[in-house]
């Protein structure tokens, strides 16, 4: 595959893959006034975030083994019609309780994009260069949490939050076309499953497991502090929105930096290493969000934690998705599924819990090194396997 390729497969797949910050970051700094509108506690208000978070990671339960069986297309473009029409409904939705519902459906459908969007990848590449792929999507990836909370600040000086649910609406409708009209299919009828859609044999993998709960407890670190940050930094702290707005966008720059130096670092080291380090990081920032609120730094403290935070996942998240998935090119689908599950699933019981500055730390730092004892305790056996250590081709 050509880089001209390679680069368009990147921005095709990375903007599908963001239907997560798209959805969740864009309308983070409207919590105060959703609250007030809905007359809705802000624990109601997490909770249409929990709920976005939770169709998430079922909708791939049900996206990534159909696209096993079916192709990536088919299961692709109608998750993007049900994302569409979800979106749309949300503008109109009268309630805390209906709009949790409706981020419920609009989660399911914009799984197909994530979880898919993975799958294609394991489709084209494996080894080495499946975790350099995978650092490229961040990069178009991570535009997400840049351009998300700037957007949806701007709309919501024009608008009421539910102009940001317009936008994703509009946003739905451009990749739906995007998609049909530049998206090949990336598994031939001769692969596809024709049997069971088990997802057992890789609950069974000891290795895999540990990888995939590396990262979604890094994920769930990451998902603390994008669902309490809104609260803590500026009902805590007294930012501003538009500042709030912009110290997200600078870590979500963080993340995109990282991935891309990983992407730079695995031509001179293997995935597994700079996973370590990645984890480690994630343990730092944490530790050292938690002891800046318990004693009093402030934001001098917070804010250069959480960037050390953000910047480790964008280490993490390539090297354990690959070293996750690599092992299971038949079941691309089912693996990603699984992964990506593991994921929203674990974030979304982190969310709730991180409304206070102190609740935020103490989960980023308690999943953090979760995190570090999953990856010691359950892959050592994948530090003797050399494949993805070797440079392979894209296919």
């Not at 990147?10 to 599908?16: C, E, H, K, Y």
Request: hydrophobic letters at 55%; proline letters at 5%; aromatic letters at 6%.
């Amino acid at each position: 595959m050509t880089k001209a390729k390679t680069a368009w497969l990147a921005v095709v797949l990375g903007s599908l893959s963001a239907f997560a910050p798209l959805s969740i970051d864009m309308y983070l700094p409207a919590f105060p006034a959703m609250a007030r509108e809905l007359t809705a506690a802000p624990s109601d208000i997490q909770l249409t975030l929990t709920a976005c978070t939770i169709g998430l990671a079922v909708g791939q339960l049900i996206a990534g083994p159909l696209s096993d069986r079916l192709g990536r297309r088919g299961p692709l473009l109608v998750g993007l019609a049900i994302y569409l029409v979800a979106s749309a409904a949300c503008i109109v939705a009268p309630s805390a309780i209906t709009l949790t519902i409706l981020r419920l459906v609009q989660g399911m459908g914009g799984a197909a994009g994530i979880v898919i969007s993975r799958a294609v990848a394991r489709d084209l590449f494996e080894g080495r260069e499946l975790a350099k792929f995978f650092s490229l999507l961040m990069l178009v990836n991570s535009l997400g949490p840049v351009v998300a909370p700037a957007l949806g600040a701007v709309v919501l000086h024009w608008t009421t939050w539910r102009g940001v649910f317009v936008v994703l609406s509009a946003i739905g409708l451009l990749l739906l076309v995007l998609t049909t009209l530049t998206l090949a299919e990336s598994l031939p009828r001769e692969r596809r499953h024709k049997g069971s859609l088990s997802i057992g044999s890789l609950l069974v993998d000891r290795v895999f497991i540990g990888y995939a709960l590396s990262c979604a407890l890094s994920f769930a670190a990451l998902f603390a502090y994008i669902s309490g940050s809104s609260f803590v930094l500026q009902d805590t702290y007294g930012l501003s929105a538009p500042l709030f707005s912009l110290v997200f966008g600078v870590n979500s720059l963080a993340i995109m930096g990282a991935s891309q130096l990983n992407g730079w670092l695995l031509g001179r080291f293997a995935p597994r290493p700079l996973l370590a380090t990645g984890l480690g990081g994630t343990v730092l920032g944490a530790v050292a969000l938690l002891l800046s609120v318990l004693t009093g730094l402030g934001l001098p403290g917070v804010l250069p934690s959480l960037f050390v935070l953000a910047a480790s996942v964008g280490v993490v998240f390539p090297n354990a998705t690959a070293l996750a998935m690599n092992d299971h090119p038949d079941k691309a689908g089912n693996a990603s599924a699984v992964l990506g599950t593991a994921q929203f699933l674990v974030g979304g019981v982190a969310a709730p819990l991180a409304s206070t500055a102190v609740s935020m730390g103490v989960v980023m730092t308690a999943v953090a090194v979760a995190a570090v004892l999953a990856f010691l305790l359950l892959t050592r056996a994948s530090a003797r396997k050399p494949a993805i250590d070797r440079p392979v081709a894209a296919g």
